[in-house]
């Protein structure tokens, strides 16, 4: 071997030996002896290599088996082998997978009606009769179709059927578990609409890719188009254009707008959420975005002038007719019953709402509520004896603003056993008993307590915070420790003087309770709330909060107190007990959770809560009520800013219910005060609500039931101090009153008298007329008040 053939050798490791060279010279002996000797210096440099850590021959061949395994020729001919693969297995699937026949006959004797049971097994409703009619594309304005291309497929007229990119991120979602989040096209809807099922696997992923692109071969984009409007489910059980053109504007789909076919397209995204009638605030917010989307997504297109559709305005749809059968409460329980299910199929499964709803409509469902046939009986009987048959909208107008609302929880099982969602589901669809958008007003002065309580908190003067606690009732007194400045206004503007937590919290007395949630910190507050079950992701921690001023619902607010009364474990009110399909059941998540404020915080709230039952605001309608048998009651009256609602929610030891009140424009939906509302000159809490829960509530529960509390303060475990007013009013109240200071001129209106029992108002009583200056002073120099929600008539 030359020098350079040994050095090569040398160079890969020692991978074979390099013999020893031998010289041709007969003479050389020397040189036979070098041999062994040249061998025995590369034994010891390998030696001394691996003494000072570097790799030997093993390591340097392991690498060199990697290098030749790990060619670039061969990582390239391996992608292009699975590329092959791909392709071929493509091909495959591509022969085998054909077109389903399918017709819209086909499709809607598919669908079933939903049967919904009570609790016993009884059945309530049977939900499922289809809402469909074809109509030709010819028959739909052109503008209307675009506005459906501009929503959901601006490719559509020149792509092949499939979005390549959407699709790989379904299949990976779903290969995940992260469900339904990709992107798909007109005509992959139309495939899983027409032909296909609903459900989350990758096979039917797979099906819907290779349909599209043979159905985008087989049939015209007008056809396709024409398949897609007339096949998707646009909510109020509409099925098709047609259907949807008659439930949300009373036309026929040839009738209309540009606009209106932009609101039906944008609806697709989430029917139920988008739906006008019913949308929360955020969904009216979401909805009207994404009909202004398709607007400029049709501009963008060439589709449509950008001076027509800067001069459009949004269409706000019709009143809905309600579907037959789902009359009285019916149609309440079976929204609620459904929007819980598809609740629970977007958690397990990760789908969108309007995959959710497509799942749940009219697809054969037994869903068995927890609701009790006689507890929902008596709560409709107490709702109209003690509220709508004594309201006459012939005689007072205003009588036809009120809306009531209530729900009924079980606190130790979180079962939702009675529910009052409006006079009547065909005459007002929006059930008063979900709905989020009114003031709790003063019943959110509990959960101020309980996160005192539970969070040990002390006054400003480093005082720990109890049931005993003083504090100054002064009306508008301006709250210390703050840097937003605020002064409520008591009811009537009464002036308390120095009084106890629990003499506060009877007398709903303002002033102290937004001194109190500044003492706790109003991020503390607003924490604990969302423990209990409220929905507090938007609200400012500012000391307006004090007086209820955000939204919530009935069930919300039972929910809540549900938590109080079962001792601090969160209570999530459910109303839907089973759900069965022939196909699949949904186990339903445990409407008990975990501990979620301390029991000794949440007894000495209840605590606290017997005394507004026993000597407050609601002593008239609910202690001294002829029904009451010995119930202990426990529970919080409120009525909020300008008397646009009014509540009572309460609780015994075995079932909790609260119930609203709120003035809506029976023309307009928008909310409007409820003064004169039954002949009184002002709605309270401790009125008609707390009427309404006293006649349902002592015909279901136990007798003499008493709570098991684990507490040493409060109204239960020993008397306080009564309030008596410290002065007299100062000044008149105005109609709408202000965080603002008292002026020494007399206001030119008053404010309508309490209707609230005489126990509600302090023993003296306030002159009419202004008699000294004030003597509450103003806010402190450089302390403006900061949007404090405009608070005052709160009880």
Known sequence: MGRAEERRARQRGGHRAAPTRSSASPSAGVGTDAGPAAGGRAAARRAAKGKSGKPGKNGKAGKGRIRRLFTWKKMLGTFFGLCLLGIGAFV????????????????????????????????????????????????????????????????????????????????FNTLSGKGAQGGSTITQQYVKNYYLSQEQTVSRKLKEMIISLKVDRQMSKDQILAGYINTSYYGRNAYGIQAAAQAYYRVDAQKLTVAQGAYLAALLQAPSQYDWAVATDTGKEMVKARWNYVLDNM?????????????????????????????????????????????????????SRSQAEAQVIDKGWTITLNIDKKKQAQLEKAAKAQLTSKLDPKKR?????VQAGAVSVDPKTGKIVALYGGVDYFKHYQSNATRADYQPASTFKPVILAAAFDENAKTQDDKPITANTIYDGTSKRPVKGSAIGFAPENEDDQNYGDVTVQTAMNKSINSVFAQLGVDVGMDNVLQVAAKLGMDTGDLRAVPAQTLGTMGASPLQMAGVYATLDNHGKKVTPTIVKSAEHATTSVEMPNPIGQQVISREAADSVTSVLTGVVDDGTAKQAVQENPEHDGQKVAGKTGTSDDNKSAWFTGFTPDLVTSVGLFGEDVKTRAQVPMYKAGGFPRVNGGGFPAE????????????????????????????????????????????????????????????????????????????????????????????????????????
Request: net charge negative; charged share 20%; hydrophobic share 30%.
């Open 397 to 401: 107008p205003v009588d036809a603003d």
């Open 299 to 351: 501009v963008g297109e060439g589709w449509l002038d950008k001076t027509e559709r800067d001069s459009m305005k949004f269409p706000v749809p019709k009143e809905p007719k309600a579907a037959s059968g789902l009359e009285g409460q019916k149609g309440y329980l079976v929204d609620l019953a459904n929007t819980q299910l598809e609740n629970q199929l977007m958690k397990q499964q990760g789908i």
């Open 692 to 795: 309404i829960w006293a006649a349902y509530m002592f015909g279901v529960t136990e007798k003499d039931a008493k709570f098991d509390l684990d507490t040493d303060q409060g109204a239960a475990v020993k008397p306080t101090r009564k309030a008596t007013p410290s002065q007299t009013p100062t000044w008149t109240p105005t109609q709408e009153p202000t965080t603002q200071p008292p002026t020494s001129q007399a206001p030119t209106t008053t404010k309508p008298p309490t209707s609230e029992p005489p126990s509600e108002t302090p023993t003296t009583t306030p002159p009419t007329t202004p008699t000294t200056t004030p003597t509450t002073s103003p806010p402190a120099t450089g302390t403006t008040p900061e949007n404090p929600f405009n608070p005052g008539d709160d009880q």
């Open 92 to 171: 495959a699937l591509y022969m085998m997978v054909s077109v389903p026949k399918g017709n819209a006959a086909a499709q809607a004797a598919q669908l079933q009606s939903n049967v919904y049971k009570y609790s016993d097994g009884t059945v309530l409703a049977r939900k499922g009769t289809v809402n469909r009619e074809i109509v030709d594309l010819s028959k739909v304005p052109k503008g209307v179709q675009y506005t459906f291309v501009a929503a959901e497929n601006k490719t559509f007229y020149s792509d092949s059927g499939i979005d390549l990119k959407g699709t790989a991120r379904g299949l």
